[in-house]
């Protein structure tokens, strides 16, 4: 696109680039606390997973913005954000890893600034902007990327791929302030999990029932011979309530003949069963339920996306350029033809398509039949 750095440009950085760079502000904040006591596990795995946040997260939520022909105050803030955001690494990779650190910096750095310090060796160590650092932020989205992952969990137990969309996902989580927090991102988790709608659980209960299981080797070895009676007791319990506090990781309250024993969370197994017609994945207090029934209208849909996958495959094999426009023709059965035409303006959008054509290609263009 011939984007270039432009030092001190004012760029209006959308919701997504405040969050990488409030990432990356932290980032810097915790490397260089780490180097400064010498521990170098910390001044390293951060940085690993930051770069698998920009990968997995940033980069695909942007792929949009990258990939739109005009060069907006938008397309050009997504590049600014991940410049920035290359750049800081590169510097922050230099005591660990200087060759990788250093080509990066000639590649970003030296290429586009002649007046640039030779090496990343000899350039200043990155500081951190207090100012861009919204924890809140941080943890939203913490939140958010948790729960997309709960609901791929959840769609590969359902046997469900992504292409495919479905009707709905409920949480539960662990407090009001998160449920808020997934209110608030709807429209992102309904996105990242192609479902038509997000709401929250009212209940677990909802969409999987619970049941306790005391493991004995933990409980035997502790109390010995009143096992028993301490696993009678545990499934005498509110199975729902008891597992929902054992997921919060609180310990549980049991009497025996007067005697009060406090069971903690690693003590009693807590099942998890999806009913009829969800698919669910958990993790200590966070669940997430998918609805794995299908209409004809989203099995349509899911014709379409997959068409959409066969389409990038095709261009792919044609070696075209990632802005590279094309004219699809498409010779289908009249089903296939069908959800096609009722999703052609995603279809065309998605693949960077001028004209859509229902009618047998030119001899000799890329094709592919199934």
């Known amino acids: 696109d011939?984007?270039?750095?432009?030092?001190?440009?004012?760029?209006?950085?959308?919701?997504?680039?405040?969050?990488?760079?409030?990432?990356?502000?932290?980032?810097?904040?915790?490397?260089?606390?780490?180097?400064?006591?010498?521990?170098?596990?910390?001044?390293?795995r951060p940085v690993e997973q930051f770069v698998d946040t920009l990968s997995n997260w940033y980069l695909r939520r942007s792929r949009r913005r990258f990939w739109k022909s005009e060069s907006d105050a938008d397309k050009k803030a997504a590049y600014a954000t991940l410049y920035e955001a290359l750049v800081t690494v590169s510097k922050l990779l230099a005591p660990t890893m200087p060759f990788i650190a250093d080509e990066m910096y000639q590649n970003l750095v030296r290429s586009t600034d002649e007046q640039a310090v030779l090496s990343v060796h000899?350039?200043?160590?990155?500081?951190?902007?207090?100012?861009?650092?919204?924890?809140?932020?941080?943890?939203?989205?913490?939140?958010?990327?948790?729960?997309?992952?709960?609901?791929?969990?959840?769609?590969?137990?359902?046997?469900?791929?992504?292409?495919?969309?479905?009707?709905?996902?409920?949480?539960?989580?662990?407090?009001?302030?998160?449920?808020?927090?997934?209110?608030?991102?709807a429209d992102l988790l309904e996105d990242e999990l192609n479902v038509k709608s997000v709401r929250l659980l009212n209940a677990a209960s909802e969409a999987v029932s619970f049941s306790l299981n005391p493991l004995p080797k933990q409980l035997g070895q502790k109390y010995g011979n009143k096992f028993p009676e301490l696993r009678k007791a545990v499934l005498a319990l509110n199975a729902e309530q008891?597992?929902?506090?054992?997921?919060?990781?609180?310990?549980?309250?049991?009497?025996?003949?007067?005697?009060?024993?406090?069971?903690?969370?690693?003590?009693?197994?807590?099942?998890?069963?999806?009913?009829?017609?969800?698919?669910?994945?958990a993790e200590g207090a966070y669940l997430a339920a998918l609805v794995t029934d299908l209409t004809p209208e989203l099995i349509q849909e899911g014709l379409a996306r997959e068409f959409v996958?066969?389409?990038?495959?095709?261009?792919?094999?044609?070696?075209?350029?990632?802005?590279?426009?094309i004219r699809l023709f498409v010779s289908a059965t009249p089903g296939l033809v069908e959800a096609i035409k009722s999703q052609q303006e995603y279809i065309m959008a998605e693949t960077l398509t001028r004209d859509l054509l229902f009618e047998t290609p030119p001899e000799g263009s890329p094709s592919v039949s199934d």
């Open 309 to 325: 996958r066969r389409v990038q495959d095709l261009r792919k094999s044609a070696d075209l350029e990632i802005a590279d426009r």
């Open 2 to 44: 011939g984007w270039m750095p432009e030092p001190g440009a004012d760029i209006a950085y959308s919701a997504l680039d405040k969050w990488l760079r409030s990432s990356l502000h932290t980032l810097v904040r915790d490397v260089t606390a780490a180097l400064e006591t010498y521990d170098v596990l910390g001044a390293t």
């Open 242 to 281: 008891t597992a929902t506090n054992l997921l919060a990781g609180n310990p549980v309250m049991v009497t025996i003949n007067g005697e009060s024993y406090s069971l903690l969370p690693d003590e009693i197994e807590v099942r998890v069963t999806a009913k009829s017609g969800y698919a669910v994945a």
């Open 122 to 185: 000899l350039a200043d160590w990155p500081k951190y902007d207090a100012a861009l650092i919204d924890e809140n932020l941080n943890r939203d989205m913490a939140l958010v990327m948790k729960l997309v992952s709960l609901g791929h969990a959840a769609r590969n137990k359902a046997n469900r791929k992504v292409r495919q969309p479905l009707a709905e996902v409920a949480f539960a989580v662990g407090n009001r302030d998160e449920g808020e927090t997934v209110l608030a991102h």
